[in-house]
C-alpha cells in the first residue's frame, strides 16, 4: 500500500498553555483533494499552519506531522525551507501575501530569479497560466502592481504563482471566501483543473460544505480542535454519521425555496480550550448521552466513513434521528 503524501498523527498545538488542537489526525494521498470543514475555532487553518510550519512563536507542537515521509514539526534551516519549496500555500487575504511595490510579473518570477531558471521560459509560463485563470489580457497584468487588480484577480494572481510551480501539496485556507459566488466558481473551476494536470494534493479549508463536496474527493470534519468525521465527499453529503456534521448539513438553506423556519444548530461554537475530555459536540447535541461529556470514544471505520462517536452505531442502524430545533427567519 502507498504511503501518503500527508500524514498527520495524533497532532496537538498549545499556544501560551492553551489547547489548539488535541489529537488530530489524516492523511493526504498524492494528488488526491481532501477538504477540512466546520466552524470557526475548530482548528482548521492552524491545522495547515502546523503542515507549513508556520504557527506563532509561542506555539507548542506534538504529534506528528509527515511529507512525503519526513517529519515536519523537527525541520529547521535548508531543511525547512527545501520542505516549504514543496508546497503551495494560498491565503484567505492575497493583499497580506504579496509585496505591494512589487508587479504581479516580478512576483510571479521571484523564484525563477532565484534559482537561476530560463526567465523567458518562465514568463511565458507565467503569462500562460495567468490566462488558462481566466485573467484576460496576461501580458498588461503582468506589468500592473496588486492595488491595481480588484480582490477576484488578485487571487486568481495569487493561486497562479503557485500553481506555476506545480507543487506535490496544495494548502488553501478559505481561497474563495471574499470572491463573489460566480467568481468562486469559475476560480475554483479553474485551480481543480490545473491542480489536477500537475498531481498536485491539496487540503482545502472552508466554512462551506458545498464547495468542498464538489471539488473534493474526501471531507475531514473538525470541531473543537479535533477531527470528528471523516468520509468520501459524495457519501459524507448525503448519509453523515456524527450528529454535529448532520446539524452541519441540515441547517444550510434551501436553494429552490424558501422556508419559514430554519433548523440551526443550538448553542455557541467551542474551541479546544473550552472542552473537556469528552465530546467537544457534546454540550450542543441533541443526542448527547451522559458519557458523551466524560469521553470521547476512539475513531470506528464503517465502510469508507470514519468516526468519532458514541451514538454511531444508532445512526447507522436507523434507530436514532437527529433532530435540530428551529428558529423563526428573519424577514
Known amino acids: 500500500m502507498t504511503a501518503p503524501l500527508l500524514e498527520i498523527d495524533e497532532l496537538t498545538v ?50 506528528h506531522v509527515r511529507v512525503a515521509g519526513t517529519e515536519v514539526l523537527g525541520l529547521r534551516g535548508d531543511a525547512l525551507r527545501t520542505h516549504r519549496r514543496g508546497l503551495g500555500m494560498v491565503f484567505q487575504d492575497p493583499r497580506s501575501a504579496v509585496n505591494p511595490v512589487h508587479s504581479v510579473g516580478s512576483f510571479l518570477l521571484e523564484r525563477a530569479r532565484d534559482s537561476g531558471a530560463d ?49 506535490r501539496l496544495l494548502l488553501a485556507d478559505e481561497p474563495t471566501t471574499a470572491l463573489d459566488v460566480t467568481t468562486q466558481a469559475d476560480v475554483l473551476a479553474l485551480t481543480e483543473e490545473l491542480r489536477r494536470e500537475s498531481g498536485t494534493a491539496l487540503l482545502l479549508v472552508t466554512h462551506d460544505l458545498d464547495l468542498a463536496a464538489a471539488v473534493c474527493d474526501r471531507i475531514v470534519v473538525m470541531y473543537g480542535g479535533r477531527v470528528l468525521e471523516s468520509a468520501p465527499a459524495a457519501r459524507l453529503v448525503t448519509d453523515p454519521v456524527h450528529p454535529y456534521t448532520r446539524g452541519l448539513l441540515a441547517s444550510r438553506p434551501p436553494l429552490t425555496h424558501r422556508l419559514d423556519e430554519i433548523p440551526v444548530v443550538p448553542g455557541t461554537p467551542l474551541s479546544a480550550a473550552d472542552t473537556g475530555d469528552g465530546c467537544p459536540f457534546a454540550s450542543r447535541c441533541p443526542v448527547a448521552l451522559p458519557v458523551c461529556s466524560q469521553s470521547l470514544p476512539e475513531t470506528t471505520t464503517q465502510g469508507a466513513t470514519q468516526v468519532r462517536c458514541h451514538r454511531a452505531a444508532d445512526v447507522l442502524d436507523g434507530s436514532l434521528d437527529v433532530e435540530l430545533p428551529l428558529r423563526q427567519e428573519v424577514r
Open 119 to 167: 526567465l523567458a521560459a518562465a514568463r511565458a509560463r507565467a503569462v500562460a497560466v495567468l490566462r488558462r485563470m481566466g485573467i484576460a489580457d496576461a501580458e498588461r497584468r503582468m506589468a500592473q502592481y496588486p492595488f491595481e487588480l480588484s480582490g477576484g484577480l488578485l487571487q486568481r494572481v495569487m493561486i497562479a504563482s503557485v500553481l506555476m510551480e506545480r507543487p
Open 14 to 63: 498549545d499556544i501560551a498553555d492553551v489547547p489548539v488542537l488535541r489529537g488530530v489526525s489524516l492523511t493526504v494521498a498524492a494528488s488526491e483533494s481532501v477538504g477540512l470543514v466546520g466552524e470557526s475555532g475548530s482548528g482548521k487553518s492552524m491545522t495547515l499552519r502546523a503542515v507549513a510550519r508556520l504557527l506563532p512563536e509561542q506555539a507548542v507542537a506534538g504529534g
